[in-house]
């Protein structure tokens, strides 16, 4: 089985976005078995509570939080879409691959938002980002999923507290299982052992975008984006690859 992760993508408004047509290419090109969207699609910064008050959140707005969300999803899903109209009269020709996606801290704004006002329960919801209507099979935020026994969450935690595990050493220690998640800026690999001598290795992956936050500042903003191919899935054991926007850049745009 081949497996490809799309890190943090944190869609929003007036952000460049080209990137995801060109994954959406190279998915069709490659054509892996499952495709899993680690979390934090949707940036929703109208909902962010780190800054809020400050000048930076003027004209933020759900409904464009929203509206972003869904181009970025349309021009990810589009070179697949293409593809399988253009075979539509050999079904044998047509690539369906599955599709997870689990929702990220950023998407969790959503539920939070709720918490704190619950008159806004029935108008806001996860559903309005229409990862399920594109095709998504959709799990809840830190809602762990295994596939071919590789543990995919935005992230795992650890403690009572629930804290995230932040590196991916610390995850072969506590999880004892293959796993791949995102939620922190570059690339960690760790690899281990099981006790009977099968192999783990624990990815973080949580950046595949081309803006900067300006909250990184410069040297912040200089971390690996880009995408991650598991190839020869098989019980948690794979050989990773690890894709850049940059070469991306250079094989589609």
Known sequence: MKHLIIPDCQVKDGVPLEHLEWIGHYIVEKKPDVIINIGDFADMPSLSEYDKGKKSFEGRRYRKDIEA???????????????????????????RPRMVLTLGNHENRIKRAIESDPKLDGTISTDDCGYEEAGWEVFDFLDPVVIDGVVYCHYLVSGVMGRPIGTASAMISKVHQSAVVGHQQGRQVAYGRR????????????SCYLHNEDYMGHQGNQHWRGVVVLHEV????FDEMFVSLDYLRKKYD
Do not use: V, W
């Open 69 to 95: 969300t869904h181009k970025g999803m349309e021009l990810l899903l589009q070179p697949l879409k293409d593809f399988n109209e253009r075979a539509r009269r050999n079904k044998d020709r047509q690539y």
């Open 234 to 237: 098989n019980d948690g054991h």
């Open 195 to 206: 006790a009977d001598g099968s192999n783990i290795t624990c990815i973080i992956a949580g």
